[in-house]
């Protein structure tokens, strides 16, 4: 499958660029697979997500309208944020007020796809994470829901990591520790994709986008496959 230097931290092609785009529905584990996939290839981690939950929180805290888009738009603008592009530390602050913690919050996760579908709050976002990928030199994994098509749609490696329905609720559902229950769950998985996937489609790959379905393997089964379709892409294997 993967090379032997693939394994367990590696430097891939060093001293080139390396951009590892990943899109996928919620509760596909594309957070936590790119967040290891990274680790294992020593490159920088990029939770796009988690850039529009502390918009969502921000405007939240600030009293801006969420239906209003030019409000938010101006928000994302002026927002103060600070996150975290290493897979050692989760850490997102806006105005120097540590919220990795708040953003997860099921207000939060009911209330983003207002911020998500605001097309100028995501403009600014993009070109807030294509500047971050840049101080990386471009040598990062980035994931999110328009990764491969819009952000980075020239990134060395591009895949879609998806899995069924049932497997992705069961999921969400133990990422939060058992404390939704499956109305909030589908509300989060389901009701959030499909008002997402008006403004972006993150359920089907794209031209030359590898599509990766997790629904049937474990989370290292998942890895690896993820690591083997890099190594495929960017070595020929």
Known sequence: MTREFFGPETVARPGKPLV?????????GKSSVSKEVARRLKLAYLDTGAMYRALTWYCLKTGVDLQDGAAVEQASKIMPLEISTTTATEYVAVD?????????????????????TTLGARTELIRRQRELIDQHHRRMVVEGRDITTVVVPNAEVRMLL????????RRRGIQLGGTQTKEQLNAQVIQRDAKDST???????????????????????????????????????
């Open 162 to 169: 998806t899995a069924s329905e049932e497997a992705r609720m």
């Open 96 to 116: 120097g007020t540590d919220i990795t913690d708040e953003i997860r919050d099921p207000l939060i996760s009911s209330s983003v796809s207002a911020v998500a």
């Open 199 to 237: 403004v972006v489609n993150f359920t089907q790959a794209a031209d030359g986008v590898v599509t990766l379905d997790s629904s049937e393997l474990n989370f290292e089964e998942t890895v690896q496959t993820a690591l083997a379709i890099v190594s495929k892409v960017i070595y020929g294997d």
């Open 20 to 28: 590892i785009a990943i899109d996928g529905p919620s509760g596909s």
